[in-house]
């Protein structure tokens, strides 16, 4: 994340191209002002592309994803990123056991989640913190003072479970919603979220999500998204009110039509 102080300075700037910046959220495919590259990985030679990554890793976070266009479809080239990335841990951590523990390997880099806390690795150093590598000693039971795993058990004064969550479908499934018929939205998507624009589900009239499933919320700026969603419901409600209405629904042909659009995009290219 590379978090510092800003300057009132700069606070100033940017409130005062808010609408500017705001525009160009809105036309950019990553909802935000981060830049989208069309330069693919191996159009500039070694020492060049050496030094975008350098710059990309003072700047943190996904920058990477905005210096080249195919990190994500070019394996040879997601490799040499995710070995710079392995160097960089290898520079940082002290201990070759734990730096080794620490990196990317057996995946894509960015297929999963990176590590974007400010000083995530050099917390690492420090002498009170451990590792434990899971893979190699994995857990076999919670006890009473701690964990065991298959070497033994460490103490604990405090457990944190980070046991991850279920964004998109989580909420929605959390409640007893019933549609037409008295279906529920487990029931309808038993075999996977099906939708119309992430926002409406087939079934379900009068019933609007914001960055639902199937929509573009997990691949883009969710408060730009959000806003979109809001927007389009709120237009959905005020065009209902004007004409009297009192049911919007979506048909099984539109939904089926969205989610045709929403493969192809997924689609290798």
């Known amino acids: 994340m590379r978090n510092h102080d800003i300057s009132a300075e700069y606070d100033a700037e940017m409130k005062r191209h808010y609408p500017t910046m705001r525009a160009a959220m809105k036309r950019n495919p990553t909802g935000g002002t981060r830049p989208v590259s069309t330069r693919p990985f191996y159009s500039l030679p070694p020492s060049q592309r050496r030094d975008v990554m350098e710059h990309a890793w003072l700047d943190g976070g996904h920058t990477f994803l905005a210096c080249f266009s195919d990190l994500l479809i070019n394996e040879d080239a997601n490799d040499e990123v995710a070995e710079f990335v392995r160097e960089k841990i290898d520079q940082v951590v002290r201990d070759p056991v734990t730096a080794e523990a620490l990196k ?3 995946y894509p880099i960015f297929a999963r989640r990176v590590c974007l806390d400010s000083s995530y690795y050099e917390t690492y150093n420090r002498e009170n913190v451990h590792l434990v590598d899971l893979l190699k000693d994995p857990i076999v039971e919670i006890t009473e003072n701690g964990i065991r795993t298959e070497s033994g058990e ?3 004064d405090i457990l944190i479970f980070a046991t991850g969550y279920d964004a998109l479908t989580g909420a929605l499934l959390a409640f007893d919603v019933r549609g037409e018929d008295g279906r529920t939205l487990k029931d309808k998507w038993q075999a996977g979220p099906v939708s119309y624009l992430g926002i409406m589900v087939e079934g379900f ?3 609007f999500a914001t960055s639902g499933p199937n929509g573009p ?4 700026n969710l408060i730009t998204i959000a806003e979109n969603d809001v927007d389009w419901i709120a237009d959905v409600i005020t065009h209902m009110k004007d004409g009297g209405l009192e049911r919007v629904s979506v048909t099984k042909a539109a939904e089926e039509r969205w989610m045709d659009h929403v493969r192809a995009l997924a689609a290798p290219r």
């Open 104 to 106: 990317p390997r057996g």
């Open 154 to 156: 460490t103490e604990l």
């Open 205 to 207: 009239p009068n019933m």
């Open 217 to 220: 919320a997990a691949l883009a």
